[in-house]
C-alpha cells in the first residue's frame, strides 16, 4: 500500500508540470505579443502592459518564465484582473460557495445515482429500469446550459418553487436547483454505470457463491454485489470531476451563484485574459489534486491494486 | 467418498439410445448465413428501431446541414430588423408599421417567430447545423486519428515508448477539454473559425481514445492468433495491420459516435460561454441560446427552439452510440 | 443407521434457459436418488447439463434459467417449492456448495476471515465476535491451512489457486451440512493440487459422513471419487449406477464413446490409423468410433519412430530470465527456464509435461524465437536459432509451425477459414492464386473439415473444428516440425480424442515431428515417444513414454503420475 500511495503521488509530479507548463504554452506560445493578444479589442494603457509583462515576466526566456509564473501561483499569488482585482481576493471570496454547492451536487448525484443504478441492474429489463434508461438519455443528450434553463424555466419562472437565481449570501435552499442541475449530468451516467457493473458482478461466480454459502439477499446485495460494483464508479468519479468544473462554470453563470465558476463565466464574457488563465490554473491543479486522491480512493476499495504491477 | 462402505448398490439405469443416434463426434454444422463480429453487429444493428430512428434523424440533419436553401430562403443574419420602420418591411412581414419584429412570435414565413436581433429564428436553427455537424465530424476525426495513432504506437510498442505516450496522455487529460479549450480560444479572439475550434476542442480530448485503443492493442497481441501470425513468419508491421488493428477498433467506433455528440455539446457549450465562433460570421445555436437568455421570461421560444435541435441531434448520435455499442461489444449486450 | 430413505432424490427434473428464441430446455427430465453418506458424480461434457442440474437442486440458476418440471425432494421438502427464505436456509446450513472455479469464487475486495466469518454468522454456528473468529480458524485449520489466524487476515489474490479451493471447502463444510455440492472444484488446478485437495476433501466427508454431489467431466476422476456414477448427455441421463461397473461394462453407445476416449483410462501410444490400414475419412463417418477411440488405437501395433533418427531439434543449457516488476522501485529477475536441455529426434513425438509455472510453454516460445533466450542455443536441423538473421528466421519459420491453445484464441475472428489457412502461403509467397487455394482444399482436406468451411468465419466453428483449422494453417507450408503447445488441452474429451488421433494420422503420414507441449501427463502416454518432465523450469526427467510410466526415477515425476486420475482402475473387457 505505501508503495502505491508514493508511486501514484510520484506519478502525478510530471501531470502537475506537464498540465500547467501546457496551459502556459496555450497563452504564451501563440504568436505575437502575449500581453496584446489578452486584450483582444481593447486597447490597454501602457501601465497594463508595463503590469503584464512584468507578471508574466516577458523579458525572460521562454522557459524560465515559465517557472517563475508557477512560483508565484504556488506562492499564493495569482495576479490581478484588468480592473486590479486581486484573484486570491476573488478566489477566496467565492471558493466556499462553489464547495458547498459541489458537495450538494455531488451528494445528490451519487445518492440518487447509485440508488437507481442499483434498482435498474437488480431488476433489469423491468418498468423502472426502461424508464430510467430512457430518461438518463434525455438527460445526457441536453447539453448542461439546456438543462438549466429548462430546470430554471420550469421550476424557477413557471412554477415558482426556487427562486430562478441564487439571493444574496447564497443560502443552502437557493443552492438546490443549481446543485440537482449540477449533478444530473453525472447523475445520469452514475446510474448507467452502476447498473452497469450491478449486472456484471451480479454475474460473478463470489456472487453466487455468497448466496450457495447461505447468506440472505439482504446481505449478498450491500455486501457483494454493490460493495464491488462502486470500484468502476468510483474511479470514474475523477472524470466526473472535469464535467463538474465545467458544469459549475455554466451553471453558477445562469444561477448567479456567486461562486468560482461564475467568476470564470463572467471573466469570459469581460475577456479578461489574465483572470481566465488564472482560475483555469487553479482548477487544473485542483483536478489534478482530485484524480491522485480518487486513485488512492480506488486502492483503498479494491485491494487487488495495491499490489500488482 | 469413494472408500467408504456403499450404503446400497446403486441399480444400473441404461437410457435408450435416441432415434437419431449420437451423431459423428464433432460434426460441421454451420447455418445457411455467415457469421463475424462485423456481419453480426450489422444485423443487431438492424434488428434495432433505436438504430432505424436515429439513422434517419441523423441522415435528415446532414441533408439540412448540406441543402439548408431546401428548408428556408430567409438569410439567417443579414436582414434582421428590430422593428417595422417603412411600408416595404410592413408589406414583406405582413406587420403594421412600428410593430416591434424583436422578440416577435410566429407570423407566415416564419414559423418559429424572431430573436432579439429580430432575425428569423428557424433560419438561424436551419444554418446552424452546418456549424454543429461540421465541428462534431472535424473534432471526431482529428480525435480518433491522434487517438489510434498514439495508442497503437503505444500499445504495440510498449516500453519506454509506451509510458512517455501515456504519461503525455495523463498530461492532456489532466485539463478538463473544455477549460483548456476556454483559454486557447481567449488567445484567439479575432481568427476563431470552424477549424480553430475543432482543434481547441480535439486536442485535449484524444487521451481517452488512446487509451482504449492501447488496452485493445495490449489485449490483442497476446492473443494467440497474433503470435500464430508471427510464427507463420508475418513481420510485426503486417501483424499489427492485418490481425491487432482490425480486432481492435470497435471500442474506438463505439466511443467515436458518443464523441461526436460530445464534440455538438462543447461546440455549443463554448459558444455559449461567449469564446465560440463569432456570432456575426457563422450561425451557431449555442450562441443564438447564449443570446436568448435575456428573454427567457418574455420570449422563452427564442431560446427553446435552437436548445431542442440541439438535444435532438445529440441525443441522435448518442442513440447511435448506443446501438453501436450493443452491437459491437458482447459485454454490453449482456447487460441489457 | 436409521432406515434407508434417500437424502435427496431428484424426480424428472426440467431446467429451461430464456433466450432469445423462447426457452431452450438444459436439462430434460433427470432423476437420480441419493443416499446418506453416499457420494454421486455427475460427468458429462461441456453443455451437458451436469453443472445446471446442480444449481437447480439448490435453486442457484442465473437468471434467466428457470426449473419447468419435476422435483427435487430433500428430507421430506420439495426445494423447488420453497419460498426465498427457506432456501436461503437450507443452503450453507444443510447443503454446503463448492464452486467450480476457485479464482473467482471468493470476493476479491473482501479478506478471507471475513468471508468465512459472515458464512459462520449466517447459518448460526456462533454469534460473539470472538467465538466467529475462533471458529473461522477452525474452519480454515480444518481445510488444511497452517497458519490460519495469519490467513484470515489476507486477500484473496494472495492466496494460490489450490489455497482457494481449501478454503472454500472449508466454508462449504464449515456448519457440516447433510449434502456438498462439489461443482468440478479442481478442474482449474494442477493434478498433483488435485489429488490433494480431493484427497483432503475425501477425509473431510468421511469423518462427517456428508452425501456428496460431484460434478466433473472426468470420467477417470469421477470413478475413482464416487461410488455411484450419473452419466449425462444433451440434458439427459445416459447411463447411471456403480461407478466400476459403468467403467467396465458401459452399455450405452455414449458412455462406450466416453470411456473409450478418455486419455486417463488408455494405456498405450496411439498407433496411426494410416499406418494400419483404417483410412482417415472414418473421423467424419456417422458414428464411426475409431476417430475417438484411444483404447482400440493405442492397441493397433506398428513401429515406433526409429530412436535413433537424427536429432531435429536440440535444446543446449537453455535459459530464460524475465523481469519482473514488483510494486516497489526495484524489478526481480525470474528465471522461467533454467538450463535445459533436450532432443527430439526426427519423425517423433517429445512431450514437454509440467504444471502450470513449470516454464514448458515460455520453452516453446523460445524455440519459435517468440522470446529470445537469455543463455544457452537452441538447435533446429543443426542451425542455431538465436543466432538466425532475419531471411535464415524466415526460412526457419517456413519450416515449423506452432498450433497454440486456446480454440477460441488461435484464429483471427475476423479472417475467414480459407483466408487464415493461406496466410502462410501469402506470407511466405508460395505458389500463386489458384495453386494457393488447391493447396488449402488439400490441407482442409487432411485434417477432414469440408470444403464448405472455406468461406465461413471462426466463430460458425466449435472448439475442436477450430483447433483442426489451427492445424491446417501449420500444415500448409509443408513444415516439419509442428510445436503444439497445449493445443487439445481445453477441448472436451471426445473432440480431444480426435484431435489426438488426427495427429498421430498425420505424423505417420507426413513424417513431422512434434514437440507437444502439455500439463497432462495422460495424454502424453498416447501421442509421445519421449517425454521431458519439468519442474520450476528445470527438467526433472527425460526418457521414453514407456520408461517414464512404468518406471519413473524421480518422486516428481512418480507423484505426477500418481494424480492422473482413475489410472489404476481396470477396464473390463
Redesign the interface.
Known amino acids: 500500500m505505501i508503495w502505491y500511495i508514493v508511486r501514484r503521488l510520484l506519478q502525478g509530479i510530471p501531470v502537475f508540470f506537464g498540465s500547467t507548463f501546457i496551459i502556459f504554452t496555450m497563452v504564451f506560445a501563440m504568436p505575437g505579443n502575449p500581453v496584446l493578444r489578452m486584450f483582444g479589442d481593447r486597447t490597454p494603457s501602457p501601465q497594463q502592459i508595463a503590469a503584464l509583462e512584468e507578471k508574466f515576466h516577458l523579458d525572460q526566456p521562454f522557459l524560465s518564465r515559465y517557472f517563475l509564473y508557477l512560483g508565484d501561483v504556488l506562492q499564493g499569488d495569482l495576479g490581478t484582473t484588468y480592473a486590479g482585482q486581486s484573484v486570491n481576493e476573488i478566489l477566496a471570496r467565492t471558493f466556499p460557495t462553489t464547495l458547498r454547492l459541489a458537495l450538494l451536487a455531488v451528494l445528490i448525484q451519487l445518492i440518487i445515482g447509485v440508488l437507481a443504478g442499483l434498482i435498474s441492474g437488480l431488476r433489469k429489463g423491468g418498468i423502472f429500469d426502461n424508464a430510467t434508461l430512457l430518461i438518463t438519455l434525455v438527460i445526457i443528450s441536453m447539453p448542461v446550459f439546456v438543462f438549466a434553463f429548462v430546470a430554471q424555466w420550469i421550476f424557477g419562472i413557471n412554477l415558482g418553487w426556487f427562486r430562478p437565481t441564487v439571493g444574496a449570501g447564497a443560502p443552502w435552499s437557493d443552492l438546490i436547483l443549481p446543485a440537482i442541475v449540477l449533478a444530473g449530468l453525472n447523475m445520469a451516467y452514475v446510474v448507467r454505470l452502476t447498473r452497469a457493473s450491478v449486472i456484471e458482478t451480479n454475474q460473478n461466480d463470489f456472487v453466487r457463491m455468497a448466496y450457495g454459502k447461505g447468506l440472505s439477499r439482504g446481505r449478498v446485495i450491500p455486501v457483494h454485489v454493490l460493495r464491488n460494483s462502486m470500484i468502476p464508479v468510483t474511479t470514474n468519479l475523477a472524470a466526473d470531476f472535469g464535467i463538474l468544473i465545467v458544469g459549475a462554470t455554466v451553471t453558477e453563470g445562469i444561477f448567479n451563484v456567486p461562486g468560482v465558476g461564475n467568476e470564470l463565466f463572467k471573466a469570459i464574457n469581460r475577456h479578461d485574459t489574465p483572470e481566465i488563465v488564472s482560475i483555469v490554473t487553479i482548477l487544473v491543479i485542483v483536478y489534478v489534486l482530485v484524480n491522485i486522491a480518487i486513485d488512492l480512493l480506488y486502492g483503498v476499495l479494491d485491494p487487488r491494486i495495491r499490489y500488482v504491477k | 467418498m469413494s472408500s467408504k462402505n456403499p450404503v446400497r448398490t446403486a441399480p444400473h439405469f441404461v437410457a435408450e439410445v435416441d432415434e437419431g443416434g449420437l451423431g459423428a463426434v464433432d460434426a460441421v454444422r454451420v447455418s445457411d448465413r455467415k457469421s463475424n463480429l462485423w456481419l453480426d453487429a450489422w444485423r443487431d444493428l438492424r434488428s434495432r428501431w433505436m438504430f432505424w430512428v436515429s439513422a434517419v434523424v441523423i441522415a435528415f440533419i446532414v441533408f439540412v446541414a448540406f441543402f439548408p436553401g431546401v428548408f428556408t430562403d430567409v438569410p439567417p443574419n443579414s436582414n434582421c430588423i428590430l422593428s417595422i420602420q417603412n411600408e416595404q418591411q410592413a408589406e414583406e412581414f405582413g406587420l403594421p408599421i412600428g410593430t416591434r419584429v424583436s422578440d416577435h412570435g410566429p407570423i407566415p414565413g416564419h414559423p418559429l417567430g424572431f430573436t432579439k436581433q429580430g432575425c428569423d429564428v428557424f433560419s438561424r436553427i436551419v444554418h446552424g447545423t452546418s456549424t454543429s455537424l461540421s465541428v462534431g465530424v472535424i473534432v471526431t476525426v482529428l480525435v480518433a486519428f491522434m487517438g489510434i495513432v498514439i495508442g497503437a504506437f503505444a500499445g504495440y510498442f510498449g516500453g519506454w515508448i509506451d509510458s512517455l505516450l501515456m504519461r503525455l496522455g495523463d498530461i492532456f487529460f489532466a485539463i478538463p477539454y473544455i477549460l483548456a479549450a476556454v483559454v486557447i480560444m481567449s488567445m484567439f479572439l479575432h481568427d476563431r473559425n470552424i477549424w480553430v475550434i475543432s482543434l481547441a476542442i480535439g486536442f485535449f480530448s484524444w487521451p481517452s481514445t488512446a487509451r482504449i485503443l492501447r488496452s485493445e492493442v495490449l489485449r490483442v497481441r497476446n492473443l494467440d492468433y497474433v503470435m500464430a501470425s508471427e510464427a507463420i513468419g508475418l513481420s510485426k508491421v503486417r501483424t499489427m495491420f492485418t490481425h491487432v488493428l482490425p480486432n481492435s477498433i470497435a471500442p474506438v467506433i463505439i466511443i467515436s459516435t458518443v464523441g461526436l455528440a460530445g464534440a455538438i455539446t462543447a461546440e455549443a457549450t463554448l459558444s455559449f460561454l461567449g469564446v465560440g465562433l463569432p456570432n456575426n460570421l457563422f450561425m451557431s445555436w449555442g450562441n443564438d441560446i447564449s443570446a436568448a437568455q435575456t428573454s427567457l421570461r418574455t420570449a422563452p421560444f427564442t431560446l427553446i427552439y435552437p436548445s431542442i435541435a440541439l438535444s435532438i441531434t445529440v441525443l441522435a448520435f448518442i442513440m447511435l452510440g448506443e446501438t453501436v455499442r450493443d452491437a459491437l461489444d458482447p459485454k454490453a449486450r449482456a447487460t441489457r | 443407521?436409521t432406515a434407508?430413505e434417500p437424502l435427496l432424490s431428484v424426480e424428472d427434473l426440467q431446467v429451461a434457459f430464456k433466450t432469445q428464441d423462447g426457452f431452450v430446455p438444459a436439462v430434460r427430465g433427470v432423476s437420480f436418488?441419493l443416499?446418506?453418506?453416499?457420494?454421486?458424480a455427475i460427468v458429462g461434457e461441456s453443455g451437458s447439463g451436469k453443472s445446471t442440474t446442480a444449481?437447480a437442486i439448490?435453486n442457484?440458476l442465473?437468471?434467466s434459467g428457470k426449473v419447468t418440471g419435476g422435483r427435487v425432494m430433500f428430507e421430506g421438502r420439495d426445494l423447488t417449492k420453497l419460498s426465498?427464505?427457506e432456501i436461503?436456509?437450507v443452503?450453507?446450513?444443510e447443503i454446503?456448495?463448492v464452486?467450480?472455479?476457485p479464482m473467482?469464487?471468493?470476493?476479491?475486495?473482501?479478506r478471507i476471515g471475513f468471508q468465512v466469518e459472515?458464512?459462520i454468522r449466517?447459518?448460526g454456528l456462533a454469534t460473539s465476535k470472538r467465538e466467529v473468529r475462533k471458529r473461522a480458524i477452525e474452519v480454515l485449520k480444518e481445510a488444511g491451512l497452517a497458519d490460519a489466524d495469519q490467513r484470515l487476515r489476507q486477500?484473496p489474490?494472495?492466496f494460490s489457486g489450490g489455497m482457494r479451493q481449501r478454503v472454500?471447502i472449508g466454508?462449504?463444510l464449515?456448519?457440516d451440512p447433510k449434502l456438498l455440492i462439489a461443482d468440478e472444484p479442481t478442474s482449474a488446478l494442477d493434478v498433483t493440487v488435485q489429488k490433494k485437495i480431493?484427497d483432503h476433501?475425501?477425509t473431510l466427508?468421511?469423518e462427517r459422513n456428508t452425501a456428496?454431489i460431484?460434478i466433473t467431466h472426468d470420467l477417470g476422476l469421477a470413478a475413482?471419487?464416487?461410488?455411484?456414477l450419473v452419466v449425462m448427455h444433451r440434458g439427459?441421463?445416459?447411463?447411471?449406477?456403480?461407478?466400476r461397473?459403468?467403467l467396465q461394462n458401459p452399455?450405452?453407445?455414449?458412455t462406450q464413446?466416453l470411456v473409450a476416449a478418455a486419455p486417463s483410462l488408455a494405456s498405450k501410444r496411439i498407433q496411426s490409423a494410416v499406418t494400419t490400414g483404417a483410412s482417415l475419412a472414418e473421423?467424419?463417418?456417422?458414428?464411426?468410433d475409431a476417430?475417438?477411440d484411444l483404447v482400440t488405437a493405442a492397441e493397433r501395433t506398428a513401429d515406433v519412430a526409429t530412436p535413433d533418427a537424427p536429432p531435429v531439434i536440440e535444446f543446449r543449457d537453455v535459459t530464460k530470465v524475465f523481469k519482473i516488476?514488483t510494486?516497489?522501485p526495484k524489478s526481480i529477475p525470474f528465471t522461467a527456464v533454467d538450463k535445459i536441455s533436450f532432443s527430439v529426434p526426427k519423425g517423433s513425438t517429445m512431450a514437454l509435461v509440467g504444471e502450470s509455472g513449470s516454464g514448458k510453454s515460455t520453452a516453446a516460445?523460445l524455440l519459435?524465437r517468440?522470446e529470445d533466450v537469455t543463455e544457452g542455443d537452441i538447435l533446429v536441423d543443426g542451425t542455431s536459432v538465436p543466432g538466425m538473421n532475419k531471411q535464415e528466421?524466415?526460412k526457419l519459420?517456413?519450416k515449423?509451425?506452432?498450433?497454440?491453445?486456446?480454440p477460441y484464441?488461435?484464429?483471427?475472428?475476423?479472417?475467414?477459414i480459407g483466408n487464415t489457412i493461406a496466410?502462410?502461403l501469402h506470407?511466405?509467397g508460395i505458389g500463386d492464386l489458384k495453386s494457393r487455394k488447391a493447396r488449402v482444399r488439400e490441407v482442409l482436406d487432411q485434417v477432414a473439415?469440408?470444403e464448405?468451411?472455406l468461406?465461413?468465419?471462426?466463430?460458425?466453428?466449435?472448439g475442436?473444428?477450430r483447433q483442426r483449422v489451427?492445424i491446417a494453417?501449420a500444415l500448409a507450408?509443408k513444415p516439419e516440425i509442428v510445436?503444439l503447445d497445449e493445443a487439445v488441452s481445453a477441448l472436451d474429451v471426445?473432440?480431444q480424442a480426435?484431435v489426438l488421433n488426427l495427429l498421430a494420422d498425420l505424423q505417420a503420414e507426413l513424417g513431422l515431428t512434434y514437440l507437444f507441449i502439455t500439463h497432462d501427463l495422460a495424454v502424453v502416454r498416447v501421442i509421445a515417444d519421449h517425454v521431458t518432465v519439468m519442474q520450476k523450469g528445470r527438467v526433472v526427467e527425460q526418457a521414453t513414454v514407456d520408461e517414464v510410466f512404468e518406471n519413473p526415477k524421480t518422486d516428481y515425476t512418480r507423484e505426477l503420475l500418481a494424480a492422473i486420475p482413475g489410472a489404476d482402475i481396470p477396464l473390463g473387457a
Open positions: 443407521m434407508l436418488d443416499y446418506p453418506g453416499e457420494t454421486v444449481h439448490i442457484l442465473p437468471g426465498r427464505r436461503e436456509s443452503r450453507g446450513r454446503g456448495l464452486p467450480q472455479d473467482n469464487s471468493l470476493n476479491p475486495v473482501h459472515e458464512t449466517a447459518n486477500f489474490h494472495e472454500l466454508i462449504g464449515s456448519s480431493l476433501l475425501e466427508v468421511q456428496v460431484f475413482e471419487r464416487a461410488e455411484n439427459k441421463i445416459v447411463e447411471s449406477g456403480p461407478a461397473e459403468i452399455q450405452h453407445p455414449y464413446r473421423a467424419e463417418v456417422e458414428g464411426a476417430a475417438f516488476r510494486g516497489g516460445k519459435l517468440l528466421l524466415l519459420r517456413r515449423m509451425q506452432p498450433v497454440f491453445q486456446d484464441g488461435s484464429l483471427d475472428p475476423l479472417h475467414n496466410e502462410p506470407v511466405h473439415l469440408p464448405t468451411v468461406t465461413r468465419y471462426p466463430n460458425e466453428l466449435s475442436g473444428q489451427a494453417r507450408l510445436v471426445l473432440v480426435q
